[in-house]
């Protein structure tokens, strides 16, 4: 059950989720909502496929996800600051690639923070900043999934909190940036 957890709430998925709510309930830019959801949730669960050649192999997939996700998001940032979308989903596009830079460099310096929590966190402040205290809602799914998480030993609760508030930092600091708050 733990290890459905984190694929039911794996980062691309919580991502094609949280742009699907600004698609329905905030931007209808479907120019804008198929650009996101295609760089940082379609194309990064391709790392899944690792999972089908070397079933187990999840510390294989978490390697892949950072490589895709290090060349896919900023593909997807590119693509839409060069067609001239300066809205919510850049920056939360902006958000997942300062994330993905972040995490890279707490990792090599040999602490392992959580990408699961930074993907559950970044998408929830972002709802949170667009839909209130809706929005903060999505904040609780950090429970479950910091408790499959750990439960799997793939991460202490330290790891999963600094990947959670490593992302709240991070997204609020690209909505500033991008002028959407």
């Known amino acids: 059950m733990a290890r459905l957890i984190t694929f039911v709430f794996d980062v691309p998925v919580v991502a094609i ?4 709510m600004f698609y329905i309930f905030k931007v209808h830019d479907f120019r804008s909502f198929a650009i996101a959801t295609i760089f940082i949730g379609i194309i990064p669960l391709f790392a899944w496929t690792h999972l089908i050649k070397h079933p187990g192999d999840f510390k294989g997939e978490r390697k892949l996800s950072f490589i895709i996700d290090a060349i896919s998001y900023p593909l997807g940032l590119i693509v ?3 067609a001239h979308i300066r809205n919510i989903y ?7 690639l300062l994330n ?4 890279i460099i707490v990792n090599k310096l040999g602490f392992k923070a959580s990408g699961h929590g930074a993907g ?3 998408p929830a402040t972002a709802l ?3 839909f209130g205290w809706l929005g903060a809602l999505s904040f609780f799914l950090l429970i ?7 439960k799997l030993k793939d991460h202490t609760v330290p790891q999963f909190l600094t990947g959670a508030a490593v992302s709240v930092v991070l997204t609020y600091i690209s909505f500033v940036i991008m002028r959407v708050i």
Request: proline share 3%.
């Open 17 to 20: 989720f949280a742009f699907l």
């Open 80 to 82: 839409l600051l060069v």
């Open 90 to 96: 850049t920056a939360l596009v902006l958000s997942y």
């Open 100 to 103: 993905v830079i972040a995490l």
């Open 120 to 122: 559950i966190a970044g």
């Open 128 to 130: 949170t900043i667009e």
């Open 144 to 150: 479950p999934v910091g408790m499959a998480k750990v």
